[in-house]
């Protein structure tokens, strides 16, 4: 028996060290992370200041046929509009406060000026639209859908940004998301596509290192020096 739980714990860990080895440097990774890498944006609305005087159409006259599950008031292009969100239906609908009209490039001129003011440059070029998480807007970040965009700084400063929060909901460059993507490759095998998979081998080889440990401890009760 404690020649077989000898050789088990030898292969066993043999062949789960490179697992061991992974979590400790994701671990290293964290921490240097933590330092360098600056805290989430604020969820606080980051638009100009709203003109409430400028409004003149009360949201009753703003949507006369259906009544908006919910209604914010946003500062877009200067003017004030009803960001409404309608039963069944996707996205938003905008209504200018002042003309009652819709305006239908709304949302995509919100999100590039909420980008715009977080970098302080008009110089940002719309990238994507995220209505489900990727490899780099993780599911840690919750809110979508999220619009992308860049920012030509030569360092690949990148912003996400969500109309629903009025504000930016993540903010990397090429070498944050350097660090980011070698926690995500060691701590939680992102280089595995499939979800279901990835998430079977996590489970198989925190298993084993789960098992190594217990027969380390079994094998020092059944090696340590007996009293005579």
Known sequence: MKKFIRKSHRWLGLLFSLTILMSSGSGVI????????AAPPSAKP???GL???????SPAQA???TQPTAINIRNIAGTPHYQAFLPDQTGFTYIDAT???E?????TTYAREIASKFLASDEVEQTDFLTSFNREYIGIFRILPVYRFDLADGKGTRVYVSTITGS???HTDDKKQFEADIFSLFHKFMFIPNKDLRDLTISAVTGGAFLIS???IVLFFLTRPRKK
């Open 63 to 65: 949507f006369p046929d």
């Open 51 to 57: 003109n409430t005087a400028a409004i003149t159409i």
């Open 46 to 48: 980051s638009e100009a």
């Open 99 to 101: 003309t009652g009209t």
């Open 30 to 37: 964290h921490v240097i992370m933590s330092r360098t890498q």
């Open 103 to 107: 305006n239908k490039t709304a949302d």
């Open 214 to 216: 217990i027969l380390g």
């Open 168 to 170: 930016v909901t993540r």
